[in-house]
Structure formats: C-alpha cells, structure tokens
C-alpha cells in the first residue's frame, strides 16, 4: 500500500485533550491512516494513502479549527511520485513575488520548484524597472543640483557627466543587489529548487519546462510579471525601438529620445534623460500626461515644472507611422483635428505606452484559467483563481502593480493555499510614488472616485509655498491635497505633487489605516521646518485660512 507521512509543528494546544480532538479530526479524513499528536511537543505525525487524500486537506482541516493553526510541515516518507519531479508547490517566475512566496513556502517546510524564464532572477525591479531608473534618476538629479540653484548667492557650474560610466556604475549596483538579495537568498532555502527555462501547462497539476520535463505539484503560483506593450503601428518594428528594459542598457549618451506614452514610466525616464544631458520628447495620444491614473491638476502641476526644465510635450499626438531615413527616425503623428505632421528622431524612439501580463506563452488555454479584458489573470482577495490549486500574484494578476504590492501578495497565496488562513488583500491604505521631480504619491481615493461611489467628500489643497520648510530651501514647487469625508472627518485619499513627495505619503496611509481624523491630525504636533509639516497644516486647511496664520500657530 502506498504511504506518505508528514511531521506538523501545531500552535494553540493547551493540554491533551487538544492533541486528542486534532487526532480524532485527522483521523477522520478519507485516507488518514495514522495519526499522532504529541501535546508537550507542539508536533503531529500523519500517515495517509496519497492515492485517496493529500497532505493539503490534513493542513486546512486543521486549520478552519477555531484554535489550532499549523506553524511548519516536513515530510518523512518514501512518495509514489518522483521527488525530483513532485513538488509540494510550483512557483512560476523569477521576481518579487516568486522570491517572496518561495522564502514563505520554504519557512512551512514545503518542497518547491522555482521555474524562471523570463527575465533573470530578481525580475522587473532589480534588473530593468526600480533599481536602474532610481539610480538614473537619483544620478539626474546630482546634475540638476549642481547646474541650477534658487539661491542668489550661488553660481550654479555645468558638471562633467561621463554617461558611460554611469550605466557601468548602474550595471554593477543591479549585479550586486540581484546577487544579494535574490540568488543568494534562494540559495539558501534548503527546500527550494530554482530551474531556468519556460513553463508551460500541461494540466491543472502538471507543467512542462522548456518542452521537455515534466513536474507535477499539489499547488501552483504565477508570478510572471508583465512587459511593456507594444502597439502595432506601420513601421514601428522595421525602423526599430527601445523600451526601458533595453534603453537603461545602453552606454553610450543618445543626442535625443522621443518616448511614446507620458504614464509613470515614460515621465520617469524624461526627467532622468533630460538631465543628464538627452533632449527629451514626448508624445501622449491623450490630452495630458497621467492621464489614466490622475486628475486634471495633478497632470497640469507636474507637466508645468517638466516643460520648465526643457522636455518637449505633445499631447493628442498618436503616432500612425514610423519610417527610416538614413540614421533618422520619422514619425508620423495624427493630431486632435484630424491633421498629419511629422517628427524627426536622430536618436531613438523608447517605447513606453504601458504594460501586458506575461501569460502568452503558459498554456493557460489548456486549463481554462480566466482572465480579465486587459489579459491578466483573474484573482480573488485571496489570491485564488478560478482554479483551485492555482493561485498568481504581482503583475500578472489583476492587482495594483508595485513590487511592495506583489511580494504581499505572494505571502498571502501561500498561507492561504497550505495554511488556511484565509487572508485577503488589502489596498485602501496603499501608498504609491511616481519617481518625477517634482515626484507625485498618493494614497486612498481622490475626489473624482469619491464622486463615482457616492461617498461625500470635501477637498484641502495647500500650496507648497505656504510650507515654512519649502519657503526656506526656495522650493515651492507643487501642493498637497487631501480628501475627506465630511460627515465622518475621516481622510479618503491624498495626492502629493512636490518634491520629496513620497516622504509624507505614510504619514496620510497610516491615518487612513487607523482611521485617524483629519482633526486629530491638525492638532499633532509636527516638527517646524519640516516637510512633514505641509501635512499637518493641509488638514488645519479645510477649517482655516493658513495664508492668515503665524509660522508658530498651532
């Protein structure tokens, strides 16, 4: 007869009794054979036939009790299966929440397959998304602090920029950090075995890697991130283009970009470009930048201060054409009225007009996983999908796309899939940043999503020259805006544009998390001549003039 046998760490036994009630619970599911749980030790050992039941069904039972909950699981056994080719859970993809769902499935004392196809291990952010642009940006804005002051007194210099040694510096902080906190972390985790090569479906239960091997598990993760979109307009693939995953590569300095798409990404690269020395055009097919995701105010603030450093913006522009002239680039734009002009490219055109979920090439067809209208897979707030034991995470799914947001995600799949802890997803509270300059960040809700789900809302919007800290260091650019529900004082969301923005985003999450009153929040003390100042006196602003207040009110 074939036999399986597990060793589980169990929390909340207070005496043997409880040892007894998890035994006869056990010891009731189909296939069960033995099942022995020793109180003082905290441990139960289990043998079940693997034909007729699973070591998942002995976990979750035990966890939907009220009291007790599994800590670890460790196998003891000699499985019908193959140990080289079953594993407990399959995890698919290389990033932030493949990495965070194999550390978490390595801590419960699970067997895990890591198959990575994609980029290499780390994923978007290490290798091609947050690292790279950060450092570029960061780089940037050396340069813009040594050629440019608001003060009278300094005469600002143009610094020496050797681009190349720039993007060599980049490589290495990517290399390191990739080798750090990714490689060398998964290394460690006795229980997790990491394959290169692309995995595709076979069933519900079983995938093939790279057309040849096949590897069956109980449960199974995606987390193949996403790539920029490419549109298809005449010419745009004979003449060529970068996209960010190739463009932070390149060493040697472009005389000029022209980026298509003006969202987060696209504005990003702009402003670092910009600075360093690259002309920068944008084109956006809609009347503003961040259009998707912002309103009016915030889109006009930020393009304001970008057109005033000299990047170049064309709204209502779609490019319909692209063709190749020598060197050049010509690019065929069809305006708001209905007009053709043309644009000269001496350098390169970056592509960054989005992203789409990486699921084309897992065979996804075959097992009838659904997907949303944009192509992502389609998950609950538990991480579940449509399929029982198939869960996804990070930008894959259907979910807010920030490598904080898929590492969390990746967590809860796992507990939720081989702990039953039944956890789910929490974004009202969830702060974001785009890495401009001014940066913009946010949290909640604004007035406009407010207004589509009937929740009553009043608005506060301070100036960033009514900030002591920004008047003092001559920055007054931009303004923060909080959104409240009157009838509660309770905050809904906030937007920032300023710089450094992102440092007084938490603040306003964790107010939104506890559920901190904006009138509580005018009356904490705050540190004079600081940023984060320009959050107590938004709040003091929806009862007060602060134009009309003394530096030292309270």
């Known amino acids: 007869m074939k036999e399986e046998k597990i060793n589980i760490d169990i929390t ?50 035990i966890n939907k009790t009220k009291n007790y909950r599994i800590k670890s699981v460790a196998e003891n056994s000699n499985k019908s299966n193959n140990s080289n080719d079953h594993f407990d859970i399959i995890i698919i993809g290389g990033g932030s929440a493949a990495t965070s769902a194999a550390i978490r499935a390595n801590e419960l004392g699970l067997t895990v397959l890591l198959v990575n196809g994609g980029l290499p291990i780390g994923g978007t952010c290490v290798n091609v998304g947050c690292v790279p642009s950060k450092f570029l940006i960061r780089a940037a ?146 009347d503003r930048v961040l259009r998707a995701s912002q309103t009016a105010d915030i889109s006009a603030e930020l393009e304001m ?121 929490d974004y009202s509270a969830m702060p974001w940043v785009v890495f401009t300059d001014p940066q913009v960040a946010g949290v909640g809700i604004d007035e406009k999503e407010a207004e589509t789900k009937n929740i009553p809302f009043e608005i506060s919007l301070l100036p960033m020259n009514q900030v002591p800290r920004c008047i003092a260091a001559m920055d007054t650019r931009g303004f923060i805006k909080l959104i409240r529900n009157p009838e509660t004082d309770k905050l809904l969301g906030a937007r920032i544009v300023a710089p450094e923005g992102s440092e007084l985003v938490m603040e306003i999450a964790l107010a939104i998390k506890y559920g901190i009153t904006v009138s509580e929040l005018s009356k904490m003390i705050h540190p004079y001549l600081t940023l984060s100042e320009a959050v107590k006196l938004a709040a003091m602003s929806f009862s007060m003039d602060v134009k009309k207040m003394s530096c030292c009110a309270s």
């Open 305 to 425: 201060h970008m057109k005033n450093e000299g990047i170049e913006f064309y709204p209502n522009f779609r490019a319909i054409k692209f063709e190749k002239f020598g060197n050049d680039t010509i690019i065929h734009c069809k305006r708001a009225d209905g007009t053709v002009t043309k644009y000269i490219e001496h350098g390169y055109v970056v592509v960054a007009t989005g992203t789409t979920p990486n699921t084309k090439r897992l065979g996804i067809e075959k097992i009838g996983l659904n997907l949303t209208k944009t192509g992502h897979i389609q998950v609950n707030e538990k991480m579940e999908t449509n399929i029982a034991n198939i869960y996804a995470a990070g930008d894959v799914a259907n979910t807010p796309a920030f490598v904080y947001t898929a590492a969390y995600e990746a967590k809860i799949a796992i507990d939720n899939a081989f702990t039953g802890a039944n956890l789910k997803t």
């Open 141 to 286: 804005e050396s340069v813009r602090h040594s050629s440019f002051s608001n003060f009278n007194g300094i005469t600002p210099s143009q610094p020496i920029v050797d681009f190349k040694k720039i993007i060599r510096q980049k490589k290495e902080l990517v290399a390191e950090l990739q080798q750090k906190k990714y490689i060398n972390i998964l290394q460690t985790l006795e229980n997790v075995k990491v394959l290169d090569g692309i995995a595709e479906f076979v069933n519900e239960n079983t995938i093939r890697v790279n057309a040849k091997e096949e590897y069956s598990a109980i449960k199974f993760l995606i987390s193949t991130g996403a790539i920029t979109q490419i549109p298809t307009i005449e010419g745009l693939n004979e003449t060529g283009y970068l996209t960010s995953t190739t463009l932070f590569d390149l060493e040697e300095k472009p005389e000029s970009i022209t980026i298509m798409g003006a969202g987060y990404i696209g504005l990003e690269i702009a402003i670092a470009y910009n600075r360093l020395g690259v002309k920068v055009r944008v084109i956006e097919f809609t």
């Open 12 to 61: 909340g036994m207070t005496c043997d009794h409880c040892a007894i009630s998890i035994e006869k619970l056990v010891s009731g599911i189909e296939g069960v054979d033995k099942a022995d749980v020793h109180y003082p030790s905290g441990k139960g050992e289990f043998s079940f036939n693997p034909d007729k039941t699973n070591k998942d069904k002995i976990v979750n039972a």
